[in-house]
């Protein structure tokens, strides 16, 4: 059973950094495109950062050089470092792999940066 759980989250003051950890259990996730996605009230989700099998990563350009997606293979574990944390980064973010044409998400965890 694929499952994936999200912390790491809390609040932050402006410039500040916190790392979110998403646990995987039920697949390997170096075999998958892993990715972090992050949602407001009223409005849709927003891809924030993947991590390819390949390792490559990719993000949206308003975390680009803020926000590190990384994995741990051994832990199962796949990592967003964020940094120079904006008020606009408010968001629940979470955890997301595709496998065989489904969709998994984990619970989600809130990250809010207020003063």
């Known amino acids: 059973q694929v499952q994936l759980v999200e912390s790491g989250g809390g609040l932050v003051q402006p410039g500040g950094s916190l790392r979110l950890s998403c646990v995987s259990s039920?697949?390997?996730?170096?075999?998958?495109?892993m990715s972090w996605y992050r949602q407001t009230p009223g409005n849709e989700r927003e891809l924030v950062a993947l991590?390819?099998?390949?390792?490559?990563?990719n993000y949206v350009d308003s975390v680009r050089g803020r926000f590190t997606i990384s994995r741990d293979n051994a832990q199962n574990t796949v990592y967003l470092q964020m940094r120079t944390l904006k008020p606009e980064d408010t968001a629940v973010y979470s955890c997301?792999?595709?496998?065989?044409?489904?969709?998994?998400w984990g619970q989600g965890t809130q990250v809010t940066v207020s003063s």
């Open positions: 039920g697949f390997t996730i170096e075999n998958y495109v």
């Open positions: 991590i390819t099998a390949a390792e490559t990563t």
């Open positions: 997301h792999v595709r496998i065989r044409s489904r969709q998994h």
